[in-house]
C-alpha cells in the first residue's frame, strides 16, 4: 500500500483566499483524522471521521475551517477564507480500530503558508 | 486541557547516553500507551506501545516503562545515536473505545549529538 497520500504537499497563498487540502486514507481504514501541527500549539486534532461520518470537530478553530469525507477514499480540509495564522503543517492520519489497535498512519503532511 | 502532559519540551543528549522522555495523565480509563516518533520533513509513525496490564515493554533500544499508580509512563532510549534525533509524542487511547482517538501529548524535540 501506498501509505496515506496528502496533496498539495506545500501551498502558499495570500491572505483571504480559499485553501483545500486533500487525503487519500490507506485503503480498508474506517477512521480519518485531520491534525493541525505547530511549533506553539503542537499536534493538534482538529476534526475526526468514521466510515465517512464526522465523529468530533470540536477541534475546528473556526467556521473558516471545513472538513468533508464524501467517499472512503478521498476527504478534504478547506480553509475559508485562509489568514496568516492559520500557517502550520496538517496532517492526514488514517486508522483500522479492529480488535482493539489504535495505530494510526500519518501522511507526509501540507505544508501551508498563508502571506 | 491537556490530556496527556509530556516532559520535558526538548532534550540534548550525548551520543551513546540514555534520553528518558515522560508522560503523564490523569483519566484512568486509558488503556493504551503509544510513542510516535517524527522525522523533520515527516508526519509521525508509530514507535512503541504499552498497555497497562505490563509494567515494561522494550523492543530494541526503546523501553516504556508504565507506573499505574503513579499514572506515569515513559520513553527510554539506551545507547542514543544520532539518528534518533526527532520529535517523539506520547499519547493515550480510551479503554474499549472503538472511536480510535489518540489523545497526543505536546512532544518533545531529542537532538542526539555526536
Known amino acids: 500500500d501506498a501509505g496515506v497520500i496528502q496533496s498539495p504537499r506545500h501551498e502558499v497563498t495570500e491572505m483571504g483566499q480559499e485553501v483545500t487540502l486533500r487525503c487519500k486514507p490507506i485503503?480498508?481504514?474506517?477512521?480519518l483524522f485531520w491534525y493541525r501541527q505547530t511549533m506553539m500549539r503542537g499536534l493538534e486534532l482538529l476534526i475526526y471521521?468514521?466510515?465517512?461520518?464526522?465523529?468530533?470537530d470540536s477541534g475546528m478553530p473556526e467556521d473558516r475551517f471545513s472538513a468533508k469525507m464524501p467517499n472512503a477514499s478521498f476527504s478534504t480540509l478547506k480553509i475559508q477564507p485562509s489568514e496568516p495564522r492559520d500557517s502550520a503543517v496538517y496532517f492526514c492520519?488514517?486508522?483500522?480500530?479492529?480488535?482493539?489497535?489504535?495505530?494510526?498512519?500519518f501522511g507526509p503532511g501540507t505544508r501551508l503558508t498563508v502571506t | 486541557q491537556q490530556q496527556v502532559k509530556q516532559s520535558p519540551q526538548s532534550l540534548i543528549v550525548q551520543k551513546g547516553g540514555i534520553s528518558i522522555i515522560n508522560c503523564a495523565y490523569e483519566?484512568?480509563?486509558?488503556?493504551?500507551f503509544p510513542w510516535y516518533q517524527q522525522f523533520p520533513g515527516k508526519g509521525p509513525a508509530l514507535l512503541i506501545a504499552?498497555?497497562?496490564?505490563?509494567s515494561e515493554k522494550k523492543e530494541g533500544r526503546f523501553t516504556i516503562s508504565f507506573n499505574k499508580s503513579a499514572k506515569q509512563f515513559s520513553l527510554h532510549i539506551m545507547d542514543s545515536q544520532p539518528g534518533d534525533s526527532a520529535t517523539y509524542f506520547c499519547?493515550?487511547?480510551?479503554?474499549?473505545?472503538?472511536?480510535?482517538?489518540?489523545?497526543f501529548g505536546r512532544g518533545t524535540q531529542l537532538t542526539v549529538w555526536p
Open positions: 485503503s480498508g481504514h474506517d477512521y
Open positions: 492520519a488514517s486508522s483500522l480500530t479492529s480488535g482493539g489497535t489504535y495505530e494510526q498512519y
Open positions: 471521521f468514521n466510515n465517512n461520518v464526522p465523529i468530533d
Open positions: 499519547a493515550a487511547a480510551l479503554r474499549g473505545s472503538t472511536l480510535g482517538r489518540l489523545y
Open positions: 483519566n484512568t480509563a486509558f488503556d493504551y
Open positions: 504499552i498497555r497497562p496490564d505490563v
